[in-house]
């Protein structure tokens, strides 16, 4: 499940990321395969800092639309804990 999902970009937009991120640049980040117990680990794109996890039924979810849409052309923006939505298709 996790092998779709590895170096995917992603957009934080938590509200943690908001009062506490570790780059002022940006907040674009990839997804990477997690430890025991979570399935996917989330690193800032910028310094590799680790900015938590993607809880399962967000890794679920996403590996979903990836499987049915294929990989998004932009970044997935995670808004809220467990609640991922992915951005729009560019044309
Ligand atoms: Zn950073």
Do not use: W, Y
């Not at 779709?4 to 937009?13: P, S």
């Not at 052309?73 to 044309?91: T, V, Y």
């Amino acid at each position: 499940m996790m092998d779709i999902l590895a170096d995917l970009a992603v957009q934080f937009d938590r509200p943690c990321d908001q009062v506490n991120f570790c780059c002022t640049t940006n907040r674009f980040g990839k997804i990477a395969p997690g430890s025991d117990p979570h399935t996917a680990t989330l690193f800032c794109a910028n310094c590799g800092a680790r900015r938590g996890h993607l809880s399962q039924g967000a890794v679920t979810q996403i590996t979903d639309i990836v499987r049915t849409f294929g990989a998004p052309d932009a970044p997935i923006i995670l808004r809220a804990e467990g609640k991922p939505a992915p951005a729009p298709r560019r044309s």
